[in-house]
């Protein structure tokens, strides 16, 4: 076996009104060439202004990395001809990214691993390509939505550090309302390097580069691929046949395809674009960042172990997913008993979400103000915990509220003492050979007595009460 | 209307002596007769309309747009077969501007091909003839805008200068051409050649002219990042020929002619009466004085320029692939059409350009050249931010002399004056106001002399030459056929 070394460029669409350098709309659209400004076709004449919202949102991301961020705000061009480059040029940070030398700590299987970032920057994408049997189709909706790039360091050594970094990052987009990360929509993509050497060496072995690679289960099928593919050449003495080349993926056979050598290289020729003039980074600026970056899940993981007395395990389930740690949140600010709502989150409404993977915990019907109006009706005593739960599949099934279930099945627990002795009485003296094979040690008959009695109650008798009213009277 | 001034054409407009449509219809008819000589336009706007006449001085008056600016539904060239067929949906920001204040755009004027050359022969229309002698060239870019005004068909028209090429064209046309500070007015809309260099402006045929002009273009403009603030100067407004007490200096390194070891009889001349115009500004009250600028210094601009302007040039012109606008190229893929269009559609001139361009970007070529040239540009306008400390503005005598003949061959100048020819480069390195007035005569042919002052101080680089102007019998003149 060998070491494998991994690096990685995580490309993200970021979130905003506007494109990064015009002021047509960055949105989603089904219907090619909708969302499109005279600058991102290229039109003669058009000048690039920078999105201050994208700018702002990039010095955040590189401040949660811990990057060093420089003193102004540049940007450069990307000079290559490509049908889907208006341009001619792509504009992005080359000499002088919005954060370098970064570092984050992240937990892989159990472990502390220290991710070094070389750099994130701030760039714009370009126009997408549809092939045709004998055409092909630009769409530029996709020209000049924002993009951060973040590189890091060959720091990685498996594809489940690469993937728990990724997850990582992702998390932090979501939770900072920078990038959606919706795969789906394309908004994510990842360049791979991938290298091997052996495990006493200090050498670095020869790169390949895997490019755009759109999925995290591909990005860990890629990783996979090459190590086991770079590994048996290696073993095999045919380590020469290993080339510093750029690979692609192919999704329908999970290996990687060789795309172009190190020779057919493009020199980008980059220089500062003179469009923009350099913009000062103050420290008023970087102040109001730094008090406007939001909880992030490792921070809102601590508090629900501390304040509220949450499992590691479940806070970690809580805020895998920032919607699903906002609906708790939510939950709790409203009144909710956090440990309540965390196992309704964690048990019930998750596997509804699980269902299917188009859904998020935003479509299902139950809204979180309804789960603090459960968990407070069995607080209450109002109904039990089993009728609880009745009332959850009711109200997916019904679209009503728990109150509103409650009314319409008449599950109210029974607050009557005088009516539940009176079926504590009956089930007794319905049930003497029962009370018989109690006192002769058969324990669990009393369970059935009380099953009697919530029987005789439909439900409504307070189970614990019922129980303690036995007993009392079978002595 | 021929060879009437804006403020002459204004009190006939509001006096009711002529409508805004009898101008129209007479600009437009003068083009057409000027049209076979020069050969001025890529397109007449024959359907030009008057507009509305008021208080406003440029409201109802006819002017001219070079073709690198984007005029909404009419042809917009940059006088290049690669936008041969370019109709753009948009105004450039100084043209709406002007709309706005009730301007009337009745041409558009050939350039050299995408504002790249200094000759005005490079043009997908053909050569542009200057009218004080059809064998001349009108120098470029600007060219057609220079000839068109100079012939009087209209009192501007609109020029872009990224290295000389609205006050070179001004000087051998014998009119005025006024480059403003670098972002006062919107790049917007006009297609770019070298975006740190280029710089909207106006040739016109006086001073005031082309203060009204530039106030009614000006602006900080929100699709254009380099522009500034400047509503609190009015230039027409602040004219003021008092300039008594102005320090001006000349670079003695190049404007004596004892420093030319061979000098041509027009270059004697030209820098003769550069002397006579010196004294002009010393009998109005400036003080003028000669300085020395280390020669290594000035023997880099041009190449300077040439590594700047190219690689801006070969990046901004990247956007020319016929695949959304343009007439488009042939081919089986999309490289070839790409290949096709940019092979089909530029000039030579325009392939070395982006050829040298492409190469002092080359990485291993970047430091040497493209960054080198960068700093060497620092090291130029820190030496005039230095000279500037002390002097309101920099005087110099505009190219060698008079039009060249349209077959001189701008790229072989001699070494000894190519320092000379290049000079007004500086005030594209800088971002400097700077304006060329017509300042007399050399073998029949119109010379200018040009005024480069400080970053934002138009006002005074306007008020010297506003004066200088006033001695002189130049101002409104109109091209006459001598030869």
């Known amino acids: 076996m060998y070491k494998a070394v991994i690096g990685l460029e995580f ?163 979501e939770y900072t309302d920078i990038s959606d990360c919706d795969t789906k929509k394309g908004q994510i993509r990842a360049d791979v390097n991938v290298s091997i050497m052996d495990n006493d060496s200090k050498e670095l072995g020869t790169k390949v580069e895997v490019k755009n690679v759109n999925s995290f289960d591909s990005i860990r099928k890629t990783i996979e691929y090459e190590i086991e593919r770079q590994s048996k050449l290696k073993s095999e003495g045919r380590y020469d046949e290993v080339v510093q080349e750029t690979r692609r993926f192919d999704d329908e056979t999970g290996t990687t395809i060789h795309m172009r050598s190190k020779a057919d290289a493009i020199d980008y020729k980059y220089f500062t674009d003179p469009n923009i003039p350099k913009y000062k980074i103050t420290n008023e600026l970087l102040e109001e960042i730094k008090k406007n970056i939001p909880m992030l899940a490792h921070e809102r993981k601590n508090k629900y172990i501390s304040e509220y007395n949450l499992s590691e395990y479940d806070a970690k389930v809580l805020v895998k997913n920032k919607k699903v740690s906002d609906y708790f949140e939510e939950c709790v600010r409203l009144g909710a008993d956090a440990k309540s709502a965390c196992n309704w989150i964690t048990t019930k409404v998750l596997a509804e979400v699980n269902k299917s993977d188009e859904i998020t915990i935003d479509d299902v019907f139950i809204r979180p103000s309804m789960i603090a109006e459960l968990i407070k009706l069995i607080a209450d005593k109002k109904i039990t915990n089993n009728q609880g739960k009745e009332v959850f599949t009711k109200m997916l099934e019904e679209h009503l509220t728990p109150v509103e279930i409650v009314k319409k099945y008449n599950m109210e627990i029974l607050e009557d003492d005088n009516l539940v002795n009176s079926l504590v009485d009956e089930v007794l003296s319905e049930n003497e050979k029962a009370i018989e094979d109690y006192k002769n040690g058969r324990t669990n008959m009393l369970d059935y007595l009380v099953g009697q009695v919530m029987k005789k109650s439909r439900g409504k008798a307070n189970p614990v009460d019922a129980k303690n009213k036995l007993l009392e009277k079978i002595k | 209307m021929i060879g009437k001034s804006i403020l002459e054409l204004h009190d006939e407009l509001k006096n009711g002596k002529v409508t805004s449509n009898e101008l129209v219809n007479e600009s437009l008819k003068a083009c057409h007769e000027i049209q076979d000589k020069t050969n001025s336009f890529v397109t007449i706007i024959d359907d030009a309309k008057g507009s509305e006449v008021t208080d406003d001085l440029l409201s109802g008056i006819p002017y001219g747009i070079k073709d690198i600016f984007s005029t909404k539904d009419i042809l917009s060239t940059g006088s290049s077969n690669t936008l041969n067929n370019y109709v753009p949906f948009f105004d450039a920001t100084c043209v709406a501007n002007l709309k706005k204040h009730g301007a009337v755009g009745v041409a558009k004027t050939v350039l050299d091909e995408l504002g790249m050359g200094g000759t005005g022969t490079t043009g997908h229309t053909g050569i542009v003839h200057n009218p004080w002698n059809l064998e001349r060239q009108t120098a470029g870019s600007s060219a057609g805008s220079a000839a068109s005004v100079a012939c009087g068909v209209y009192p501007y028209a609109l020029g872009s200068d990224t290295g000389d090429s609205i006050r070179k064209p001004a000087a051998y046309c014998g009119i005025v051409g006024y480059k403003p500070t670098y972002g006062m007015i919107s790049r917007f809309g006009m297609f770019q050649f070298a975006s740190s260099l280029d710089t909207v402006g106006v040739l016109t045929r006086n001073v005031e002219d082309a203060a009204i002009a530039v106030d009614g273009m000006k602006g900080l403009d929100e699709n254009d990042m380099t522009t500034w603030d400047s509503s609190s100067i009015n230039l027409f407004k602040s004219l003021n020929k008092d300039v008594k007490g102005k320090k001006l200096f000349y670079i003695e390194n190049v404007c004596d002619i004892n420093n030319y070891s061979n000098p041509s009889e027009e270059l004697k001349e030209h820098l003769n009466n550069f002397k006579e115009t010196i004294k002009r500004c010393e009998e109005l009250g400036i003080s003028v004085s000669k300085v020395n600028i280390d020669s290594k210094l000035l023997n880099a601009l041009y190449s300077t320029y040439v590594v700047i302007s190219c690689a801006e040039a070969t990046s901004n012109m990247a956007n020319l692939t016929g695949i959304s606008f343009g007439p488009g190229g042939e081919g089986k893929s999309p490289d070839e059409m790409i290949k096709d269009h940019r092979t089909k559609g530029f000039s030579p001139l325009i392939k070395r350009r982006f050829v040298i361009g492409s190469y002092v970007l080359q990485r291993e070529n970047q430091e040497k050249f493209f960054l080198n040239a960068k700093r060497v540009r620092r090291l130029i306008v820190n030496k005039m931010n230095e000279l500037f400390k002390e002097y309101d503005a920099m005087i110099a005598p505009v190219g060698t002399g008079p039009a060249k003949y349209i077959d001189d061959n701008k790229n072989v100048h001699d070494k000894e004056t190519r320092v000379l020819e290049e000079l007004l480069q500086i005030g594209n390195f800088g971002g400097y106001p700077s304006i060329t007035i017509p300042n007399g005569f050399v073998n029949n042919l119109p010379v200018g002399v040009n005024i480069t002052g400080k970053v934002k101080d138009d006002v005074s680089v306007l008020n010297i030459a506003y004066a200088l102007e006033s001695t002189m019998n130049y101002k409104n003149q109109l091209a006459r056929e001598e030869n």
């Open chain 1, 11 to 173: 490309h993200c669409e970021m979130k905003s009104h506007t494109k990064v350098f015009s002021n047509a709309i960055n949105g989603f659209s089904k219907l090619s060439n909708q969302l499109v400004a005279p600058l991102d076709m290229g039109f003669p004449g058009t000048l690039p202004v920078v999105n201050k919202t994208c700018v702002k949102k990039a010095i955040e991301m590189a401040m949660i990395l811990n990057c060093k961020i420089p003193e102004y705000m540049e940007f450069d061009r990307k000079n290559y001809f490509y049908p889907d480059l208006p341009k001619g040029y792509q504009l992005t940070q080359f000499f002088n990214p919005v954060g370098v030398d970064g570092k984050v700590v992240i937990e892989v299987n159990g472990k502390e691993k220290e991710v070094l970032i070389h750099d994130i920057h701030l760039e714009e994408d370009s126009a997408s390509l549809d092939h045709y049997y004998d055409t092909s189709n630009i769409d530029y909706n996709r020209s000049g939505v924002p993009l951060l790039e973040l590189v890091t360091e060959p720091c990685l050594n498996s594809a489940d550090e690469a993937i728990e970094f990724l997850e990582y990052i992702k998390r932090i987009y």
